[in-house]
């Protein structure tokens, strides 16, 4: 993790810097946020197959894991600005380490405690930690200074708690960051290096069985160790390295890092200080295939909306060397998924005139190339990268002969040959060599303009054999995953009229006419459903059986009041009731042959019955008309909100979603959640949980705006019942975030009674003669929270 002073000299430094507006710390209530402007990843320098985030400043990757599916690259992020200020975790994530999705922030100061500063993740597949609450491999990672606190997701990333309230799980009174985890297989322990200061640079190493418990195991001091180290098994050895990529191998026997040869050696040749070219690389855990797996941050790299961008992932491996072992690093094999057109060399002279380039134009690409040096006479041979008629490029990569360097780093070429391949994108470029032992990551500003986009393949003095060489296009690797809207549908999406932009609450459509958001799922009969807000749309919807440009049914809010059932050409059925821009709407349709059935807002008949018989199959999706609308958890299947039988339910207050696991309530005070059912006497049971934020509960005797009793779960450790104005009784019980509680209330006049999970005795025995009867429904107070299985007797 950089200190912040040294961010500022090297933002200074800068020729051109856009400074953003100052970064701030979030809030519970509307965590994870999204700030990120739309983009199309095709700014002048912006990387194409090289991850920047979409927008704001990044430095170091911090927590790289393989969890449930998915590579989550975690970075330090300030997404409000383009220089370090408050320190924030991005998260992307990647199928293949190639083609990369912009996620929502993971952690995010004012709703996660400490310094959020670099640190480490692994991904607990054998719930050592005991963490895990539902289906989901939990993802643990570890950040602040001075000490270690941890925090853990159960839903792949989307939202994060902090375990214990943020308390530090590992106390160093000196100064210290960076905590990096890995799992010690041998021993079946967890193992932890972290930077710290103890009268000089070196990393303190604990071990854990559970991730929780930590024990401190030995020290490892050196001048040369400082910040962001990391440590892992590689080839049957251990290595260990800063941040400026220096490293050294040696053992490891469960307590103690050993090596018999101290001086370190340089991971990566180029500019290996914060803000330069290759700094704070970090390895992978849980790589499906044991690959250790690394990326970088590269600081010099910046446009009108991001600042940074992380080296391309390469595989890490380890070779003997006349100087004991030396860790190679070769760009991993996915790559493969982006190459184009290609086209190869062999046995060729190079010489001055000759350009075997010639008539190429590529902006990002891939180059290998082999020369043999016996009878070579040039002094130097290389490529001019993004050359021009007049001679000019925007860097040269050559080998000297004489002096024995490429692009002016040593190369000890170990026989009579030198080869070399080269990473060329808008804004990177990286250099390796020598079978990976050679590797060299830079910045640099190339020209894409179409007049720039020559190669040249030069000899300067005399003339090279050329063994073989090949020229790969490479395309972008900018993922089509969904950033924020959560689906069961599978993609590739695609748009069918309209702009479709990425929001923290959902997708969102902006139209004039009729557009269509569509997945690649489809179906004939089944369950579809799906969270629907008109923000300025005159409608918008759920569409199925749909053709790739939109034909098919769909089931709309319209703001004229109805819910309507229409195909082009026919309103099939319409359903009257007030439809408020700006509220969230929840549509459920069920289709079996020719019968169509329509639910809104969760109330237990359909709105809609008819029967039609124009589309038999297709695609699912999103429709929106005659304005924006943004559209939210669109899922096939049953799951979902499961209570009562009610009408519609009402939202006087807060944000209401339906996601597979439940009703997902977001409120910045009290939002409620209501049903038409009323009742004076009754028991009322629910699964209660505060994702993130302050409390839930089960509101009842209330009127149309809430009013009324709830019973909540607080995270401040109470169950607590209360009506406005008035806590009437409070239990202290611990509640955490993201756990599950049982909630029953029993009513009986004025006696309210109150049970947690499955104790005989209630925790809340009371009276109070406030309210007599009224709604049934959920509250959530100042944060996010999940209800389901909503019960009544």
Not at 213 to 222: D, I, L, P, Q
Not at 384 to 402: E, K, P
Not at 475 to 504: C, F, V, Y
Not at 621 to 635: E, K
């Amino acid at each position: 993790m950089i200190r912040r002073i040294l961010a500022v000299v090297l933002l200074a430094a800068s020729a051109v810097l856009a400074i953003g507006a100052p970064a701030s710390a979030g809030t519970a209530w509307d965590y994870p946020e999204f700030p990120y402007p739309a983009t199309t990843y095709s700014e002048p320098f912006r990387g194409q197959f090289h991850f920047s985030s979409q927008s704001g400043w990044m430095n170091d990757p911090t927590g790289l894991v393989y969890a449930n599916g998915h590579y989550h690259f975690f970075y330090q992020h300030n997404p409000h600005g383009l220089e370090w200020d408050t320190m924030h975790w991005g998260h992307a994530t990647s199928p293949d380490l190639v083609q990369w999705t912009q996620k929502p922030v993971a952690l995010e100061p004012g709703v996660h405690p400490g310094t959020l500063f670099s640190g480490g993740g692994v991904v607990d597949k054998a719930n050592t930690s005991g963490l895990k609450t539902g289906s989901l491999d939990p993802i643990v990672v570890f950040s602040n200074t001075n000490g270690v606190s941890v925090f853990y997701s159960n839903d792949d990333g989307r939202s994060f708690q902090a375990y214990d309230q943020g308390r530090k799980q590992i106390d160093i009174p000196e100064e210290s960051r960076d905590p990096k985890v890995v799992w010690d297989a041998a021993r079946n322990q967890w193992v932890m290096v972290v930077w710290s200061n103890r009268g000089g640079n070196g990393v303190d190493l604990y071990t854990s069985p559970n991730l929780l418990k930590w024990t401190f195991a030995s020290r490892y001091a050196a001048d040369w160790l400082f910040e962001c180290p990391d440590l892992y098994p590689l080839g049957g050895q251990w290595v260990l390295t800063s941040a400026s990529s220096d490293y050294v191998v040696g053992t490891f026997d469960g307590r103690t890092f050993r090596t018999d040869r101290p001086q370190p050696k340089k991971m990566n040749l180029g500019t290996t200080y914060a803000g330069g070219t290759f700094y704070a690389a970090e390895t992978f855990t849980g790589t499906p295939d044991g690959r250790v797996v690394q990326m970088a941050w590269q600081g010099g790299n910046r446009g009108s909306t991001w600042t940074g961008n992380a080296t391309f992932p390469v595989t890490l491996g380890l070779v003997d060397s006349p100087d004991g072992p030396v860790v190679t690093r070769t760009p991993v094999t996915e790559l493969s998924a982006l190459r184009a057109d290609s086209r190869t060399w062999r046995n060729e002279t190079v010489r001055d005139g000759r350009n075997l380039f010639d008539g190429i134009r590529a902006d990002t690409y891939e180059i290998t190339a082999t020369f043999d040096l016996a009878g070579a006479t040039a002094s130097q041979f290389g490529f001019a990268l993004h050359s021009r008629s007049d001679g000019t490029a925007d860097r040269v990569v050559a080998y000297d002969r004489a002096a024995g360097t490429l692009y002016g780093k040593p190369l000890a070429t170990g026989g009579n040959e030198v080869s070399v391949r080269l990473l060329v994108d808008r804004g990177q470029l990286e250099v390796f060599a020598d079978g990976g032992k050679f590797s060299l990551a830079d910045n640099v500003n190339f020209d894409s303009a179409a007049v720039s986009q020559g190669i040249r393949l030069f000899a300067t003095g005399g003339q090279v054999r050329l063994k073989n060489a090949t020229f790969t296009r490479l395309s972008t690797s900018w993922g089509t995953d969904q950033s924020t809207l959560e689906s069961t549908l599978a993609g590739p999406w695609h748009a069918a009229g309209g702009a479709w932009t990425d929001t923290s609450g959902g997708k969102r459509a902006q139209t004039t006419g009729d557009a269509f958001y569509l997945s690649a799922s489809s179906a004939s009969d089944g369950v579809y459903q799906g969270d629907v807000r008109l923000d300025t749309a005159q409608a918008a919807g759920l569409t199925f059986r749909a053709g790739s440009e939109g034909a098919g049914y769909t089931a709309n809010i319209d703001s004229s009041g109805v819910v309507k059932l229409w195909r082009p050409g026919r309103d099939i059925a319409t359903y009257a009731t007030p439809i408020a821009k700006g509220q969230t709407h929840h549509l459920r349709v069920e289709t079996t042959g020719s019968h169509i059935r329509v639910w809104f807002d969760h109330g237990g008949d359909p709105v809609i019955d008819a029967t039609d018989t124009a589309y038999a199959s297709g695609l699912f999706g999103a429709n929106a008309y005659g304005g924006a609308a943004t559209v939210q958890n669109l899922n096939t299947g049953p799951g979902g909100f499961t209570a009562f039988p009610s009408g519609p339910w009402t939202a006087p207050s807060g944000t209401w979603t339906t996601t597979p696991a439940g009703l997902r309530g977001n409120a910045a005070g009290d939002g409620f959640f209501l049903s038409d059912r009323t009742g004076t006497d009754f028991t009322y049971q629910g699964d209660l949980s505060v994702t993130n934020g302050t409390a839930a509960g089960l509101t009842f005797r209330a009127a149309a705006d809430g009013a009324g009793y709830t019973a909540a779960i607080d995270t401040s450790g109470l169950v607590k019942l209360w009506r406005p104005g008035k806590d009437i009784a409070i239990h202290a019980t611990p509640i955490v975030e993201g756990r599950t509680y049982d909630v029953r209330v029993e009513t009986a006049g004025s006696r309210i009674r109150v049970w947690l999970g499955d104790g005989a005795d209630p925790l809340i025995d009371t009276t109070d003669t406030a309210y007599a009867s009224g709604r049934l429904g959920v509250n959530a107070y100042a944060g996010n929270v999940i209800a389901q299985n909503l019960k009544l007797g």
